[in-house]
């Protein structure tokens, strides 16, 4: 079965950094996503890991653990524009399997 | 940019009848996907579509639903009697190879059973 953690909510103030972290126990691995997603429309890509390390674009990065099954996303310089849902997901076979997502509010 | 399309963006139907949701992937795109989100609950997986055949499929795609890739462009969802439960948003995604790519995800086409 897959099994992925994630925080339900996180709130943080504007220019601020937030980190969502996220375990997974799934039978099978081939890379973790973060997804974003805002209510009512699709998730939207932010990163991609499948080997350890940190990966970083911008104002995102990812990091991976495959040891400990644990990954994180940090999202730097918070805008409001990034009030969203932030999924993660793992990649096993030909599917991805989501956490529930973590809705972060980002406060002026 | 290209990116995956979805009609229609909302689909209210009655019960036991049949819907066909459709998708225009990503035009060089190989493997085809669709999921699903309940109001308030995860991404679902349903189905993975790959060299017009099925790839693998969860649990909840029973018999009530099929996929197709009608021509070289489109792919489609038809669920055969809708129940109350199918009440979701259902999206389609796109991938260009096996490895090291991602899925984009089209806007998604929510349903409505009445």
């Known amino acids: 079965g897959q099994n992925i953690d994630q925080p339900t909510e996180m709130t943080a103030t504007e220019g601020a950094i937030v980190q969502i972290n996220c375990t997974y126990q799934t039978s099978g691995f081939n890379g973790l996503f973060w997804y974003q997603q805002h209510a009512g429309e699709a998730p939207t890509f932010l990163s991609y890991?499948?080997?350890?390390g940190l990966e970083e674009k911008g104002r995102f990065s990812s990091f991976l653990s495959r040891s400990k099954g644990y990954s994180y996303l940090l999202l730097k310089e918070l805008q409001m524009k990034d009030s969203a849902s932030y999924l993660c997901?793992?990649?096993?076979?030909?599917?991805?399997?989501f956490g529930a997502g973590t809705t972060v509010t980002v406060r002026a | 940019e290209p990116e995956v399309t979805q009609t229609p963006s909302h689909q209210v139907t009655q019960m036991g009848q049949e819907v066909i949701l459709r998708c225009v992937p990503i035009s060089n795109h190989l493997y085809f996907y669709w999921y699903r989100q309940i109001l308030g609950q995860k991404v679902e997986f349903l189905v993975s579509?790959?060299?017009?055949?099925?790839?693998?499929k969860s649990e909840i795609f029973d018999d009530q639903f099929s996929v197709e890739r009608p021509d070289g462009s489109n792919f489609t969802l038809k669920i055969r009697s809708t129940k109350l439960e199918d009440s979701a948003m259902y999206f389609c995604a796109s991938q260009g190879r096996p490895e090291g790519d991602t899925q984009y995800f089209g806007p998604g086409t929510r349903l409505t059973v009445l």
């Open positions: 997901a793992v990649r096993s076979d030909y599917k991805l399997s």
């Open positions: 579509f790959y060299n017009n055949e099925i790839s693998e």
């Open positions: 890991n499948v080997l350890d």
